[in-house]
Structures are given as C-alpha cells and as structure tokens.
C-alpha cells in the first residue's frame, strides 16, 4: 500500500508557508488550549512537517465543520495549509504509484501485493512462493538495462 511507503517521510515547510504560519501565530492573542496552537508552534519550530502530522491535519481539514474565519481553522494554517497537505500527500502516494507501476512494466511480479507474490490460477487461492535462484531477476535487469541504454542512444 502507498501510505506505508509514506510512514518517514518528512516535507520541508518552505520558506512561504512557514512565512505565513508565523504570520498566523504572530497575530493570534488567545487561549494557548486551543485546537491547532501547539502544533502551529512545532511546526513553526522544525520547519518540517512528518507523514503523521500530515495525517493529523488533512484529517482536521477534512472533518472541520467551522468557518474558514474561526481560530481552529486558521491555527491549522487555513486554506494555504491545507492546500499545501493536499498537493503533498497527493504527489507522494502518486509517485508511489507511479513507481509500483513501472516495476510492473519491466516485468517485476505484482507491486501492489504486500509480499510481491502472485495468486495461483487454480480454485486454492494460494500464494506461489518466489524462486530464491535470481535467474528471473537477473533477466528483469538485463531487460531493463537494454532499455535504458537503448533509449539513451535514441537522445544523443
């Protein structure tokens, strides 16, 4: 599955959105109890945002019920922040995907199975167990970089 692959992975702020969220918590003269306080904080702090805390505010984003003008709301970021978790998430689990899909292409077993594995044809339902002698990975290398090289000749 994509999102395990996500498990410690950490994006960089950026120098605007980390702009914006000092902005936010620079303005804010409220209760420090309030939803979104500390985390604005460590954020501000680390400049960088982990795949948990990424889940922690896209869920917060996608169960608010609130205005857009309401302190939670804009402690979290507001809208920029919520873009920026968006496109993020978005990006890695598509590259993920991507990646999974072009180790199909070149002929590596199902990427999208936890253990890589591929169902037997017959009524069981059983996993085949992978061949541990590597003739068949070595022909998916050997086929690769035939097409690699192949394609860098194209180039020049």
């Not at 899909?101 to 590596?108: A, L």
Request: hydrophobic fraction near 25%.
């Amino acid at each position: 599955m994509a999102n395990s692959s996500l498990e410690d992975k950490y994006w960089e702020l950026g120098d605007e959105l980390t702009n914006h969220l000092t902005r936010i918590f620079n303005a804010y003269n409220g209760d420090e109890n309030v939803t979104g306080y500390k985390r604005l904080s460590d954020l501000i702090d680390c400049r960088e945002c982990s795949y948990q805390q990424m889940k922690r505010i896209k869920n917060f984003f996608d169960t608010y019920q609130g205005t857009v003008k309401e302190t939670p709301y804009l402690l979290n970021g507001g809208t920029k922040m919520k873009q920026w978790v968006d496109e993020c998430l978005s990006n890695a689990r598509n590259d993920i995907k991507g990646k999974k899909k072009s180790m199909m292409d070149i002929g590596m077993d199902n990427q999208y199975q936890d253990d890589g594995g591929v169902k037997n044809q017959d009524t069981s339902g059983e996993r085949l167990q992978k061949s541990d002698n590597g003739v068949s990975e070595m022909r998916i290398l050997s086929n690769l970089m035939s097409t690699i090289y192949g394609n860098s000749k194209n180039l020049l």
